[in-house]
DNA sequence: GACAATATATATCATATGATATAAATTCAA
DNA sequence: TTGAATTTATATCATATGATATATATTGTC
């Protein structure tokens, strides 16, 4: 981290604007998000150089600059995609499970919401293909320590995630999982199904991804049907 | 990451060696190395300057030279202490069950092994000092995203720890668990606990720490229990 | 097709960093 | 106490890196 350039006056040359613009500079601008998704999901802020982007991108350096500002601006500018595509993921089963809770729900109920929404996280984080995989390394990094997206993604992606989590499982044992208890759960579920998906290599690819997939998604049915009897 | 410096020359001046020498000289090595496990703990390996570990060392820097050759000589010595500190922590309970499952075991004394195990696991990681809990972390980041230490890391900790809780939960459910299917869920529960210790900032402090252990260690019961009826 | 707006490329800078050469200080066995 | 072995400190280096100034090229509207 060599210069940091204290910067008194404000920039020069404004970076460009997100939307306007011709349109060859927007494909530029999404070439260079995307490579920067790739290059940051695998190694963390300081590990990834701006050359190294600038190269995946095929882009020059300056390009970076003139599009998002500086180095941060594109890491922020990554972990507000990555909130995106996890709100397209499972945004609508998790709306669904947020809209349920305001009204009274049985065990059983609870149990069904919990199930669909952990499938449908199990299946976007495990099933993504292998270069859209590091964004879960991206929050995963981020959330065990914080680096410039921490408040970003703790606060649009995991408290909400644990939150929700807990509260369905909170009714999911009508009220006898306490609240704190709810969250020690949803928390040790979540970390299951991220931490998997890094620590994987253990497994034979030849188990067959899928195979895997299914293998997670009924462990955590089993732990959600056994709370009936807790 | 500035000079790369290729040493196309052995080094003329030799590293300490790790035991001959003054007292002092061992103190101050132990006291690098303290500093350094909690730096690395949080930080990754190029996010961390050697001037910072020496600030925290109460060193200058060439000393860092002196005792550990250069930084990725004292990373690597951090991950082999953090391998002894595991080892410390839960060698005896895993010892113990690696020799038990030479011979037959009937699935409820699977169970009870496998709780010992991972009790001990959770005890270990949850309930270690503050600065402690840095090894963790260190841990879990190369195996994410394998870094200098990973080979270390992977062969010494991550891979026998899974092979040898699958094997209990092979045991525990009477093979009916397959050996992939075994490996899959071992990771689950142990990612769950290391992933635990990352993301429970969620969770009010309020909530009592060794309350929290003890509802992790509930849970991961449960789960156990359940493999009966698989 | 001209020409302002926008985008890309080249060259260069300042600095934080890992590392070393070298000198001064300390330890401890004889 | 002396003096070689060992440890600590000072000063300095080479370079990889983030960033900018500036020049050239491209786009698209009139």
Redesign the pocket.
Known sequence: ?????A?KTA???PL?PAD??????????TRILRAALEVFGNNGF?T?????IAEAAG?????????F????GLYLACARSIVDTFREGVGRVASEATIALRQPMDAANARKLLKQLLTALARFLLLASSSDQGRTLFVRREIASPGPAFEILYGELWQPGIELTAQLLNRATSGRLSEPAGKVRAIMMIASLTGFQSGRRVIARAAGDADQVEEVISALHEQIDALASI
């Not at 500002?69 to 941060?72: A, F, L, S, V, Y």
């Open positions: 981290m060599p210069p940091s350039k910067r920039r020069t040359i460009r306007g613009g011709y349109r060859k500079g927007e494909e530029t601008r300081e990834v150089t701006t050359r190294q882009i020059n350096l300056p390009a970076l600059t003139y599009y500002g500086n180095k941060e």
